[in-house]
Each structure stands twice: as structure tokens, then as C-alpha cells.
């Protein structure tokens, strides 16, 4: 049960289609270890640096110099684990050419729930920065540009993320 859900959890981190087996496994393995290892080191380095950073500049630039810089490195972090995954060709969709309609199918609904799942984080973040401004609840509901920017967020990530899954497939 443990090793299932260890491998579901690899197959939608990393995004690897089909079986893993024990070389995947390894390289997989490998990955995380060296983005595992490259997070701990900048962790050290940055503690320092808010450290140090506290005493020169006010708090708040501080806190928020600190928190964009963590997201540019987790954001950097993804991107160079996704393209080892990538260069190592985990990520290929194979399929029969009598599934290829089935197959898209599949993948326009995965495509459609990133899609809904990002446009409602963003609605969610919306939320709570209306709330942090102390906006009254009326207004967060009436304001109608947040539920358009939703709508184009949730489209543009769907929309992406269909043409990345679209590419990714090998017709056999």
C-alpha cells in the first residue's frame, strides 16, 4: 500500500506516464535527492540572509524580498525537475492509434481540471486579499472583474496545459 501510493505520488510529481519500473525508479529517485539537496543548502544560505537582511532594512521588505525569492527558487526548482524528467523522455504518452480519440479525451478532462483547480485558487487568493484589506463580504461578491480574472486564468492554465499533454503524445 505504501510503495502504490509512493509511486502514484512519483507519477504526479514528476508527471511520468506509464509503469515505473526500477530504472525510472532510480533516476526519479536521483532527481528529488539533488533538488532535495539543492533546497537545503539555499534554505541555510537565505536563514542567514534574513537574518542579516533584519538588521540593515525594515521588516516588511525584509519578509517580502524573502518571500518572492522562495517562490522564483521553487518556481526555478520545478522547472529544472521537470526538464530532467523531460530530457529523460519519463514524460511520454504512449498510445494506440485506436485510443488516440479516447486518449485526447483524457487528456482535454485532465487539461479541464487544472484549469478549474487554478481559476478557483485564484478566486481564493482574491478572497483572502479582500479579507487582509477589510473589504466588507458584499463587495467581495459584487466585484465582477475577479470572476472574469478567474475565468481567463483558469482558460489560459487549461488551455496550456492541454497543448503541453497534446505534445507529449506518441502515436505508435
Known amino acids: 500500500m505504501k510503495h502504490n501510493l509512493y509511486l502514484r505520488l512519483l507519477r504526479w510529481t514528476y508527471g511520468v506516464e506509464g509503469v515505473i519500473d526500477e530504472y525510472k525508479l532510480a533516476k526519479l529517485n536521483?532527481?528529488?535527492?539533488?533538488?532535495?539537496?539543492?533546497?537545503v543548502v539555499y534554505t541555510s544560505l537565505a536563514e542567514?540572509?534574513?537574518?542579516?537582511?533584519a538588521l540593515a532594512w525594515p521588516l516588511r521588505t525584509v519578509l517580502?524580498?524573502?518571500l518572492v525569492v522562495n517562490a522564483l527558487v521553487l518556481l526555478g526548482v520545478g522547472v529544472a525537475m521537470g526538464h530532467a524528467v523531460q530530457r529523460l523522455h519519463f514524460d511520454q504518452i504512449d498510445i494506440d492509434r485506436t485510443d488516440y480519440p479516447g486518449q485526447l479525451r483524457r487528456l482535454r478532462w485532465r487539461a479541464l481540471g487544472l484549469g478549474l483547480y487554478t481559476g478557483v485558487l485564484y478566486l481564493v487568493f482574491s478572497v483572502l486579499l479582500w479579507w487582509f484589506r477589510g473589504d466588507t463580504v458584499v463587495a467581495m461578491l459584487m466585484d465582477w472583474k475577479s470572476y472574469?480574472?478567474?475565468?481567463?486564468?483558469?482558460?489560459?492554465?487549461?488551455?496550456?496545459?492541454y497543448a503541453y499533454l497534446k505534445k507529449r503524445v506518441q502515436q505508435r
Not at 542567514?48 to 537582511?53: D, E, K, R, S
Request: charged share 5%; net charge positive.
Open 64 to 66: 517580502v524580498s524573502f
Open 148 to 161: 472574469v480574472y478567474m475565468v481567463i486564468v483558469g482558460l489560459f492554465t487549461g488551455l496550456g496545459r
Open 48 to 53: 542567514i540572509g534574513v537574518l542579516f537582511g
Open 30 to 39: 536521483q532527481i528529488g535527492n539533488n533538488a532535495f539537496l539543492f533546497l
